[in-house]
């Protein structure tokens, strides 16, 4: 069985579990509102993976990250560094949708990260952009960068080193994509700050 396979398959198992996660307090949101949960996409062999906050409406009806307004964002600043979005593999920290978009609880952040953690082992990215402070947060707090923590004002576009089980990875946090949607500004600096993935 070669390595893409043995990902496939580790993914589609964690997707299972995903299905079923009936203990958290999104599931029920989820099967009234005939809404799937979103696991992420994109390269199993991935050096560049993407993590947002948590699905939106869009994302929740098809199953699929960034797929709605800030996905567009999204692909936009990817197209502006020439960096394909079959080539790096996008998820979330919260896989099912907050009623209402709200921002997701700390609660929830905790109740999901252990697929996030997992993910991260299958896929090995050498490479993790934060998109938001939710998802810096945990990653900075999770994976020995906590002292180094700043508002995301600072914080953005800067790249921190942190070792994980399968070896060294840089984490780059960077503005949501959304907050260039209500700041023009924003969407200049989000563009600046994604030609340092490039390097
Ligand atoms: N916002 C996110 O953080 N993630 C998505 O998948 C969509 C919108």
């Known amino acids: 069985m070669n390595e893409e396979s043995t990902k496939k398959e580790q993914l589609e198992r964690l997707e299972k579990k995903l299905l079923n996660f009936k203990k958290s307090p999104l599931y029920q949101y989820r099967v009234e509102n005939g809404f799937l949960p979103v696991l992420g996409e994109g390269d199993f062999q991935a050096k560049i993976m993407f993590i947002g906050e948590a ?8 199953g699929k990250p960034f797929c709605g307004a800030s996905g567009k964002m999204l692909d936009s600043l990817l197209e502006s560094v020439k960096i394909s979005r079959k080539n790096v593999y996008i ?24 697929f996030l953690d997992e993910q991260i082992e299958i896929i090995q990215p050498k490479i993790i952009a934060t998109l938001g402070r939710f998802s810096m947060g945990y990653i900075m707090t999770h994976y020995g960068l906590e ?9 953005h576009g800067k790249s921190y080193e942190t070792k994980f089980s399968y ?16 700041n ?3 969407r ?11 390097k």
């Open 55 to 62: 699905p939106g409406k869009k994302e929740a009806q098809t």
């Open 91 to 114: 998820t979330n920290i919260v896989k099912d949708r907050p009623q209402d978009n709200r921002d997701p609880s700390k609660e929830e952040i905790e109740l999901y990260s252990h």
């Open 147 to 155: 002292k180094e923590i700043e508002p995301i004002s600072d914080a």
């Open 167 to 182: 070896g060294k990875v840089k984490i780059i946090p960077l503005y949501h994509p959304a907050a260039a949607m209500y």
């Open 184 to 186: 023009g500004g924003l």
């Open 188 to 198: 200049e600096t989000l563009k600046e700050d994604f030609k340092i993935l490039k």
